[in-house]
């Protein structure tokens, strides 16, 4: 999962603890059931901060790696 946030924008893995802390967040949603556009807006909004915006398709590109990596 670093290395597709990292393929995102390299900012977003530069503090590998928050960013599992926020991945874990995205989990969160998706077990809730919540839907992918707002996963990917949600997503890119609790990713962006600091030099980095993310758009909502790079939220979904987040939440895809997510899913694939540790939350089935």
Avoid: H, W, Y
Avoid at 12 to 22: E, F, N, P, T
Avoid at 41 to 57: D, I, K
């Amino acid at each position: 999962m670093i290395a597709a946030l990292k393929a995102v924008d390299p900012a977003l893995a530069a503090d590998q603890a928050k960013a599992i802390g926020k991945a874990l967040n995205v989990c969160q949603e998706i077990k809730a059931g919540k839907d992918d556009t707002t996963l990917a807006n949600n997503a890119a909004q609790r990713f962006s901060g600091g030099s980095v915006t993310l758009t909502p398709e790079q939220g979904a590109v987040i939440v895809a790696a997510v899913k694939a990596s540790f939350c089935p």
